[in-house]
């Protein structure tokens, strides 16, 4: 069982940045594939970006390409999501997530997932 808990998420203005945080627990963080997915309102939860057990491959949505960097600490069972030039279209619910095995793109395919924190960009 792996536990998630997500912290980082308020309010910006538009332009502005944030840094997501999500600690796992347990003793097999650097086995997982982590993922931060985000969900607006009316919408489903979609994919953000993916990052493999070692760090070394990533990947990232086109709507976020090029602003958000996801990366690791396996030391510390942790991984960001900085986020930069947000866009009031960016405004969503931020989910953590987490699953054994390599990167994979889609919802069903994570097993385990955060709480969510909200990200809110004014315009």
């Known amino acids: 069982q792996v536990q998630l808990v997500e912290s980082g998420g308020g309010l910006v203005q538009a332009g502005g940045s944030l840094r997501l945080s999500c600690t796992a627990s347990g003793r097999t963080f650097s086995s997982l594939t982590m993922g931060w997915f985000r969900q607006a309102p009316g919408k489903e939860r979609a994919l953000v970006a993916v990052?493999?057990?070692?760090?070394?491959?990533?990947y990232y949505a086109d709507s976020v390409k090029g602003r958000f960097n996801i990366s690791r600490d396996n030391a510390r069972n942790t991984v960001f999501l900085q986020m930069s030039s947000l866009k009031f279209e960016d405004t969503a619910v931020y989910y953590c997530?987490?699953?054994?095995?390599?990167?994979?793109?889609?919802?069903?395919?994570?097993?385990?997932w955060g709480q969510g924190t909200q990200v809110t960009v004014s315009a």
């Open positions: 990052i493999n057990w070692s760090g070394d491959s990533t």
């Open positions: 997530a987490s699953r054994y095995g390599g990167s994979a793109y889609g919802v069903v395919e994570y097993r385990y």
